[in-house]
């Protein structure tokens, strides 16, 4: 490097913008991966599993977007300011986070092979699921590492950047469209938020059931009975057609009752209902897609009935 050859702000930042562009494509490309092999191969767990899974894609995506064609454009002003004035590849700050982004690379490959070597000896159970992570992990960190040596190394030109270039688009895009492919397209996402809203609105009306049971030593005969007897200004209505959710008691007991829906499709863990062990008194709230009933009814050892004054 020149003498006089000194790092400008600007050399500083598309530098600094850059790796960081690139850290953060690869971290939310590593968590896209991920979630779309956590839902292709599940993971069965001996532990309580409390809630539904949902393994969305939207951020990771959304970041990709935005991110993957910001980090193209900064490493196209850098070689653009290259081949002007060559010198500049020799500035500190390139040098500097270039060997860094070779070590974190280089690291985290060892990890990962540290990681496989370590459950084969162990004699833990080596998982498509965690072999495809594995895989994924090690694959994008071994591009990374190849790409900044050759880089380093001043073994890149104009034409062999363009072909890493597709290569990191292709890995991307086919990332994203895999994910959907697994996951669903973004309608899809917004059809199962609403069937997670859904849920979540019956089990509030049902604690909402429960509380005016305690009180009152009955069950409301409908909604609009449950909020005045409660004291709730409003009970939730579906927030996908704005309609009052369906409520009806069952039988004389007066201690039974359905609170209903319309689920736009089976819930997650309903296909594989015995997979996960459950808490006792676990109530599960898997459904399947169309109209569907909930069978509810009061614990009585837990509720007791108010006797009469």
Same mark, same amino acid.
């Given at each position: 490097?020149?003498?006089?050859?000194?790092?400008?702000?600007?050399?500083?930042? %598309? +530098?600094?913008?850059?790796?960081?562009?690139?850290?953060? *494509?690869?971290?939310?490309?590593?968590?896209? %991966?991920?979630?779309?092999?956590?839902?292709?191969?599940?993971?069965?767990?001996?532990?309580?599993?409390?809630?539904?899974?949902?393994?969305?894609?939207?951020? #990771?995506?959304?970041?990709?977007?935005?991110?993957?064609?910001? =980090?193209?454009?900064?490493?196209? &002003?850098?070689?653009?300011?290259? *081949?002007?004035? #060559?010198?500049?590849?020799?500035? #500190?700050?390139?040098?500097?986070?270039?060997?860094?982004?070779?070590?974190?690379?280089?690291?985290?490959?060892?990890?990962?092979?540290?990681?496989?070597?370590? =459950?084969?000896?162990?004699?833990?159970?080596?998982?498509?699921?965690?072999?495809? @992570?594995?895989?994924?992990?090690?694959?994008?960190?071994?591009?990374?590492?190849?790409?900044?040596?050759?880089?380093?190394?001043?073994?890149?030109?104009?034409?062999?950047? @363009?072909?890493?270039?597709?290569?990191?688009?292709?890995?991307? *895009?086919?990332?994203?469209?895999?994910?959907?492919?697994?996951?669903?397209?973004?309608?899809?996402?917004?059809?199962?938020?609403?069937?997670?809203? @859904?849920?979540?609105? &019956?089990?509030?009306?049902?604690?909402? *059931?429960?509380?005016?049971?305690?009180?009152?030593?009955?069950?409301?005969?409908?909604?609009?009975?449950?909020?005045?007897?409660?004291?709730?200004?409003?009970?939730?209505?579906?927030?996908?057609?704005?309609?009052?959710?369906?409520?009806?008691?069952?039988?004389?007991?007066?201690?039974?009752?359905?609170?209903?829906?319309?689920? +736009?499709?089976?819930?997650?863990?309903?296909?594989?209902?015995?997979?996960?062990?459950?808490?006792?008194?676990?109530?599960?709230? +898997?459904?399947?897609?169309?109209? =569907?009933?909930?069978?509810?009814?009061?614990?009585? +050892?837990?509720? #007791?009935?108010?006797?009469?004054?």
């Amino acid at each position: 490097m020149e003498p006089n050859q000194k790092t400008s702000a600007k050399d500083f930042f %598309l +530098n600094l913008g850059a790796i960081v562009a690139l850290y953060t *494509v690869v971290i939310t490309l590593v968590n896209l %991966l991920f979630t779309v092999i956590n839902r292709a191969w599940p993971q069965v767990n001996s532990g309580y599993y409390y809630g539904s899974y949902s393994g969305t894609i939207s951020w #990771p995506v959304a970041t990709l977007i935005i991110f993957f064609p910001v =980090y193209i454009l900064l490493m196209w &002003l850098l070689e653009r300011d290259y *081949v002007k004035d #060559p010198q500049k590849r020799n500035l #500190p700050i390139r040098r500097w986070l270039t060997y860094i982004t070779l070590f974190i690379a280089g690291l985290t490959m060892a990890i990962d092979l540290v990681t496989v070597i370590y =459950y084969f000896i162990d004699g833990q159970e080596l998982t498509t699921g965690f072999l495809m @992570k594995v895989f994924s992990l090690f694959v994008l960190t071994l591009l990374v590492f190849f790409y900044y040596i050759q880089d380093i190394r001043e073994k890149l030109n104009s034409a062999s950047r @363009k072909v890493w270039t597709i290569v990191a688009l292709v890995i991307v *895009v086919g990332g994203i469209t895999w994910g959907f492919s697994v996951i669903g397209s973004p309608r899809t996402q917004q059809l199962l938020r609403y069937d997670e809203q @859904k849920v979540n609105d &019956l089990q509030n009306i049902n604690s909402y *059931v429960q509380s005016y049971y305690s009180m009152k030593g009955s069950l409301p005969q409908n909604l609009s009975e449950l909020a005045a007897g409660t004291g709730y200004q409003s009970i939730p209505n579906d927030p996908q057609t704005g309609n009052p959710y369906e409520y009806k008691l069952i039988g004389q007991s007066s201690k039974a009752y359905e609170l209903c829906a319309n689920f +736009n499709s089976q819930s997650p863990e309903a296909s594989q209902p015995n997979i996960y062990m459950r808490p006792v008194g676990y109530q599960s709230w +898997n459904h399947p897609a169309g109209h =569907y009933c909930f069978s509810e009814s009061i614990p009585v +050892n837990m509720y #007791p009935a108010p006797k009469p004054l």
